[in-house]
């Protein structure tokens, strides 16, 4: 069974729509990690961020926003006003333990804003 | 200045050779990883040392050896390249383990392995 999905593959909007990406997560363990990472068209890598299991308050960071809810098993990725520079996949991933062991990734959501 | 750099960026080789991937942190970074990503854009997370110890090694085929000879460096050493270790290998490093800390990750560029 998948850890971490990432149901919506490909997701268009107009810029300055917001956008909400989907992460729903499955684990056992009553202490995890959530991540998010952005991979522009460009390919490199960056680190959005890390939220761990008892902290349950969302995150806002300028423009982005996160919502993690244990109840639905989800830690969903909001970006308001999207900006043509937020094109990219979106992967969002769990760790079941402190050291990074057993860390899993979602297969990513491709996210085109189209001007 | 490049903050994780990995060299080389591309590399091409042969079925059966053996290889190398150099990375490098200048952040005075603890910790440092090695990344997948696959032709599907599949990532998965290979090894990460924290202090030159070996915390994360997760099922890879024992081909592949990071080898850390000292903080700033992890090396990836591959041998016997089979044509499925083709893909794009990214490095990475933050101040602690990004599981236990609240630092951020820095990746490097990334280097496209191609084998023939």
């Known amino acids: 069974a998948q850890k971490v999905t990432q149901a919506q593959t490909e997701i268009s909007v107009v810029e300055k729509e917001d956008v909400t990406l989907d992460c729903v997560y499955e684990t056992r363990d009553t202490t995890y990690y959530l991540f998010w990472y952005k991979q522009p068209p460009s390919g490199e890598l960056v680190f959005l961020i890390r939220r761990n299991s008892f902290d349950e308050q969302n995150e806002i960071s300028g423009r982005y926003s996160w919502n993690f809810q244990k109840s639905t098993s989800s830690f969903n990725f909001t970006i308001t006003a999207s900006q043509v520079v937020d094109s990219a996949v979106y992967f969002c991933?769990?760790?079941?333990?402190?050291?990074?062991?057993?860390?899993?990734f979602g297969t990513g959501t491709s996210l085109t804003v189209i001007p | 200045d490049t903050a994780v750099s990995q060299t080389p960026k591309y590399l091409v080789t042969q079925m059966g050779n053996d290889k190398s991937i150099k990375c490098e942190q200048n952040?005075?970074?603890?910790?440092m990883y090695w990344y997948k990503q696959d032709s599907k854009k599949f990532l998965k997370i290979m090894f990460s040392y924290n202090n030159k110890e070996l915390i994360i090694n997760e099922t890879v085929p024992n081909r592949f050896s990071p080898k850390s000879p000292d903080k700033a460096h992890l090396n990836l050493h591959i041998n016997s390249l089979e044509l499925g270790d083709s893909a794009v290998y990214f490095c990475?490093?933050?101040?602690?383990?990004?599981?236990?800390?609240?630092?951020?990750?820095?990746f490097g560029p990334g280097t496209r392995l191609l084998v023939l």
């Open positions: 990475a490093s933050s101040q602690v383990p990004i599981v236990g800390g609240q630092e951020t990750q820095y």
């Open positions: 991933a769990l760790s079941e333990s402190y050291t990074g062991n057993q860390f899993y």
């Open positions: 952040l005075g970074h603890d910790t």
